[in-house]
């Protein structure tokens, strides 16, 4: 059992150096699907588009006054993309599954529009499959791909 208690605050504008971090994490990125390391200049650019738009949603986990990790939902009708990752050192101790937890209660309270939740997971992120289906998702399809060039 935690000693300190575990919240969802809203992504602010001075998250972007956070959020910057976290992003370029090794282990965030090789699970990403676009695996490239992000610049300052083009994470600044898509914050800015990002953190006050009506179809992105951020919160940050946090424990007491530290920041453990961040959700992020991309929004399109009644349908929303979470992703979401956990700081390094912070990995492995259950928050990605309390974050996922706490998400899914904060959209049905203040997101009533949106219906589902989709998240899309590399086969080989297994911790992040787990934490989705402990969670109650559940998988609806595989998507097989051949690079050719």
Request: net charge negative; with cysteine.
């Amino acid at each position: 059992m935690r000693q300190k208690e575990l919240y969802l605050r809203a992504g602010i504008e001075n998250d972007v150096d956070l959020l910057f971090q976290w992003a370029n994490d090794k282990e965030v990125r090789r699970n990403a699907f676009h695996t490239e390391i992000i610049s300052y200049a083009d994470h600044l650019k898509w914050f800015k588009e990002h953190i006050n738009s009506d179809n992105e949603i951020f919160y940050i986990l946090m424990e007491s006054n530290e920041a453990i990790g961040q959700a992020r939902l991309s929004v399109c009708g009644d349908e929303a993309e979470v992703d979401y990752s956990i700081a390094v050192g912070k990995r492995g101790q259950g928050y990605g599954s309390e974050l996922l937890k706490l998400l899914i209660e904060r959209i049905r309270e203040e997101h009533p529009r949106i219906k589902r939740l989709i998240a899309k997971v590399k086969p080989e992120n297994i911790v992040s499959a787990r934490c989705f289906c402990s969670n109650g998702f559940g998988e609806s399809y595989r998507q097989y791909e051949l690079e050719l060039g």
